[in-house]
């Protein structure tokens, strides 16, 4: 257990709404990650984060921000979600240490965008 | 562009096989090849390999990276039907900016008793 949360696990919502998941940890590590997996494509990257208020780019980025103004926290906002945006959200932590790229991940978050 | 190709995509095996899952990869910059295990939620770590010819282990699972031939494979001896699920490789570059892991797509296997 990596002290990983996500909130939802899981949510049906419309094409057009704003949709906010939420990723928490309880270890104060400094990176964080949002992936998301589809049949097909293995986990993709949308964003990723190396501290509080610093955020970059990931491999599928468009249609999604996120923000990060506290170490534990980090959110993945979908601004008007459409149906190619229905999948499975996993956040992912990376403890420190320069001998280290292991990365955790938290339980997911299933969105369905009707 | 940077590609991570698993194989084959799906395995059925009766308990107590051996498998043999595999990984090559494409990338600029190797660091670190990851094995993680998958089942109906989120993945979880296995190994780690950043060194050719040096074989990690874990109880009935085994790994090794061939970095001279961009490959690495993932054993199971004896498998249990616990041990059905995907199984995920990922690499990690080197160099500024590359803090992702990039994955492929998986192999799933399915053990039957």
């Known amino acids: 257990d990596a002290g990983i949360t996500q909130s939802p696990r899981h949510k049906v919502t419309e094409t057009g709404t704003p949709v906010t998941l939420r990723c928490h940890q309880t270890?104060?590590?400094?990176?964080m990650y949002w992936y998301r997996q589809d049949p097909g494509h293995g986990l993709r990257l949308i964003h990723y984060s190396y501290g509080v208020k610093d955020t970059d780019k990931g491999e599928v980025s468009d249609g999604y921000s996120v923000s990060r103004s506290k170490t534990e926290d980090f959110l993945l906002t979908l601004e008007s979600a459409t149906s190619s945006q229905t999948s499975v959200y996993f956040c992912?932590?990376?403890?420190?240490?320069?001998?280290?790229?292991?990365?955790?991940f938290g339980p997911g978050t299933r969105l369905t965008v009707l | 562009e940077d590609k991570v190709v698993q194989s084959p995509l799906s395995l059925v095996v009766h308990e107590g096989d051996t498998v043999t899952l595999n990984c090559s990869y494409e990338v600029t910059n190797f660091r670190s090849l990851l094995w993680y295990k998958q089942e109906k939620k989120a993945p979880t770590f296995l190994f780690m390999l950043?060194?050719?010819?040096i074989e990690k282990k874990s109880g009935r699972l085994s790994s090794i990276l061939d970095k001279k031939e961009l490959f690495s494979i993932l054993n199971i001896t004896a498998t249990q039907t616990g041990d059905s699920a995907v199984y995920l490789c990922?690499?990690?570059?080197?160099?500024?900016?590359?803090?992702?892991?990039?994955f492929g797509k998986g192999t799933k296997l399915s053990v039957i008793p």
């Open positions: 990922a690499v990690k570059l080197s160099g500024a900016g590359s803090y992702q892991l990039t």
């Open positions: 950043t060194s050719s010819g």
């Open positions: 992912a932590i990376r403890p420190p240490g320069s001998g280290t790229d292991t990365q955790y």
């Open positions: 270890e104060n590590h400094r990176y």
